[in-house]
């Protein structure tokens, strides 16, 4: 039954990206409601219970401003902007592995169908290739701008993104020797224990890959290439209505979608401590089975919420960094350092079967 | 050169530690103080539904007193306009006539009683200055804010304390309101 099971594919996809538009939306919501908290203030209360539909009244908001293309902007390329970066941040969250397996078969469906978009053994680099493609909308919204400030606030942008995607993916270097997949899922899958997780065994890699995550992801204290201050908002200077709204909402996708990819490296992604005890208090059959991996992907998205909620948490106590100290702190401690961290995996990665038979008599 | 006080503290210029210089302690020192906030109880005061409660001697809007027999105590003397520093009260006094006992409470009167908001600064100094308890600012009412010059003298219409409330409120100072009676209970009850 091909059919159904791309049709469980397509209905597992839809809810993705559905959920992670919903996620992105509420993250704007959330992100007022805590920096109010943390302000000692209240925040939105004002559209719907608790102000729940504020970020429909934004949106509203944002649709009904005038559409502004300033006359000396490159009107193509203006528009190609918030659109490159809306669909990059869209296509990331594909490869991330929300759950394990639903077992269909009582709809005829043979196979397990994973809750993941698609399961492609490049995963990692997928990520990282979309990551980066997401500087183009930068770059090309501050460039089609025509804007002094809004080129300058898109060059920080490309060339913090540049930097810190080298230590990013330098600090995944570490755990892919380690699993020895570039597959999400095999790495998901390979931290099935409580302290298999990769947070545990890899410290130093997460700590580096957090910091990235934050500068990747534009938020404070890496917000330079938009900080009001010194750039009246940077790259999106120029723009209005919605199509900033796209930059603004594109941020928040690469948030949830670096909260997912975070907590599926180093957090375990949809494994709990005491799963297989609950695995063997479930019954063994298909209802069982789902039912497990349904508790698995509520247990993700606790994780990625919890994660979204320290974006917000570190960007309402933290102040910007310098663009020196930037630099710096991303070419010369979070390089060396994340090499220094792959020697030290590999020795360790190549010594393990001797220190394994060495400690035998433990055993 | 010679410190004039002690009360000055030399900069200290010194190496940051590893420590400080890894930045992770002091930002995991923020993140403590950040989310300590965050659990704190709020002060907001959702300001329609819920007003902060004024202070009973706060000073608002005018009222022109009446006695306890409703007659206006007001006798036109121009005490409170010599009183005022902004000049924002002008008055034309009368006589009272025959049968007119009922509705002013000495011979005299003012006929017309005008104050101008824009110039009063709510000092207060015409309440200290009358002689007959006539004028007071109250406690719970303030001045509003105007869209038109023509709204902004205040006449008798507006000044001259209604006779509704002359046989419920019963007090020394422009009568105890409900704002004082809200002040008064969350007073008792410390929660200020």
């Not at chain 1, 089975?289 to 247990?299: A, E, P, Q």
């Not at chain 2, 202070?55 to 306890?68: M, P």
């Amino acid at each position: 039954m091909e059919l159904y099971f791309f049709l469980a594919k397509a209905i597992i996809i839809l809810v993705i990206f559905g959920i992670t538009l919903l996620i992105a939306t509420y993250s704007t919501y959330a992100e007022r409601k805590v920096a109010a908290f943390i302000q000692d203030r209240i925040g939105p209360n004002r559209a719907g219970p608790w102000g729940l539909l504020q970020p429909i009244a934004d949106a509203g908001k944002m649709f009904f401003k005038e559409d502004f293309i300033p006359a000396k902007a490159s009107k193509w390329l203006f528009i190609a902007g918030p659109s490159l970066a809306m669909i990059t941040a869209c296509l990331t969250s594909c490869v991330v592995p929300f759950g394990s397996t639903l077992d269909l078969r009582f709809l005829g469906i043979e196979n397990l169908v994973p809750i993941q978009g698609i399961d492609v053994n490049i995963g990692i680099l997928y990520v990282f290739g979309l990551v980066s493609l997401g500087v183009y909308g930068v770059m090309i919204g501050g460039w089609a701008s025509n804007n002094k400030f809004s080129l300058l606030g898109a060059m920080r942008a490309a060339s913090q993104n540049i930097s810190y995607e080298l230590a990013m993916s330098l600090s995944i270097i570490a755990i892919i020797m380690m699993t020895g997949s570039l597959s999400i899922n095999q790495i998901v899958d390979d931290q099935d224990a409580f302290w298999k997780w990769n947070v545990f065994r890899q410290p130093v890699g997460f700590i580096i890959f957090i910091v990235c995550a934050f500068a990747e992801c534009n938020r404070t204290p890496f917000d330079l290439p938009e900080c009001e201050t010194e750039l009246i908002g940077g790259y999106h200077t120029e723009y209005s209505s919605m199509k900033l709204g796209f930059y603004l909402f594109a941020e928040y996708i690469n948030m949830f979608v670096s909260s997912a990819v975070i907590s599926a490296l180093y957090f375990g992604g949809y494994h709990f401590p005491g799963e297989s005890l609950l695995a063997g208090m479930l019954p063994a059959d298909a209802l069982g089975h789902n039912l497990l991996t349904m508790i698995g992907v509520g247990v993700f998205f606790g994780k990625i919420l919890f994660f979204i909620f320290f974006f917000m948490w570190v960007r309402w106590t933290i102040a910007r960094f310098r663009y020196d100290q930037l630099m710096n702190l991303g070419w010369k401690s979070l390089i060396p350092l994340s090499i220094l961290n792959i020697l030290v995996t590999g020795a360790v990665v190549l010594a393990w079967p001797k220190i394994e038979s060495a400690f035998a008599f433990l055993n | 050169m010679e410190a004039l006080t002690n009360r000055s503290k030399r900069v200290s210029n010194k190496k940051l530690s590893l420590g400080e210089r890894l930045y992770l302690p002091a930002i995991v020192g923020g993140l403590g103080i950040t989310i300590r906030h965050f659990f704190k109880k709020k002060v907001t005061i959702q300001y329609p539904e819920e007003q902060r409660p004024m202070s009973s001697v706060y000073r608002g809007l005018h009222v022109l007193k009446r006695d306890e027999q409703g007659r206006e105590r007001c006798t036109a003397c121009g005490l409170c306009a010599v009183a005022c520093p902004a000049e924002a009260i002008t008055m034309t006094a009368s006589e009272r006539k025959k049968g007119e006992e009922h509705l002013y409470r000495e011979e005299k009167y003012a006929a017309v009683y005008e104050i101008n908001m824009l110039r009063c600064i709510f000092c207060g100094l015409c309440e200290e200055a009358c002689p007959k308890q006539a004028i007071y600012l109250q406690s719970d009412k303030l001045a509003p804010s105007f869209f038109s010059r023509t709204d902004v003298i205040y006449g008798k219409d507006r000044l001259v304390q209604s006779m509704e409330t002359i046989t419920s409120a019963k007090s020394v100072k422009s009568g105890l309101t409900t704002s004082d009676r809200y002040v008064d209970k969350v007073w008792k009850n410390g929660k200020y």
